[in-house]
């Protein structure tokens, strides 16, 4: 199983629809913005994990990611968490480049996408947290494990998001700023002050769906966790 199966599985029917409502589509079109969404963010940290002493600080990062239920928080929280995460994977203005790119191929809104990438990424980060326990695994470990699932997103997606991280990226990844610490934004806007709730099969986030501030993209700060 893929944390992209992983993830719809959190998610369960009810996350799934809301989520849908957040983008103003069917379920079918929600699937595929979330598989391109978490494809981007598990690309992202597989090219961070290809090098050792950054699979070495990912996997310390993943520790504060155990205890979480990111399908069952505070989505202000849950917010402010994936801007740190989304800030040290694509590094500075990376996450607003990502978005533009995002919506383009999911055509949706960017500014929608903005709001949905900071929702994902904590859910990405719980899931491969409980994966690394759970396996035992070590950075070389965790490496291969980023990159087998960077290579499962289906072909044509996967090309794709590859060209968009080498436009963000580049041939490097975002550069470190020395220990793992939150990820501050020059001018962050509050996300709305929403909670989350389950229904139908499975765990549901709500997101700020049909009004409510959007947070601002990660600025040109050092990027870490």
Known sequence: MTLYDELLAGLGDSGLEQIAGML?????????VIEAVSGTI?????????????A???LGALDDHMDADPFNG???????DGHSILGHVLGGQGT???????????GVDSGTIMKLMPLIAPMIMSLLAGRAAGRDMDPVALADDLDRERSSVP???GEL????????LGGGVPRQA??????????EVPPPSRTSGTSGTGHGVTPAAGGGERGAAPGTASPDW
Do not use: F, M
């Open 161 to 168: 998001l590859d060209g968009l991280l080498g436009d963000i």
């Open 178 to 187: 020395g220990p793992y610490e939150p990820y501050r934004t020059e001018h």
């Open 155 to 157: 072909g044509g997606l």
């Open 74 to 80: 505070d989505v202000a929280s849950l917010t402010r």
């Open 42 to 54: 598990v690309g992202g940290l597989a090219r961070n994990a290809e090098h050792p002493d950054g």
């Open 56 to 58: 070495d600080a990912l």
């Open 96 to 106: 607003e480049q990502a978005a533009s790119g995002l919506a383009r191929l999911a």
């Open 24 to 32: 103003g589509s069917d379920t079918l079109t929600a699937r595929k």
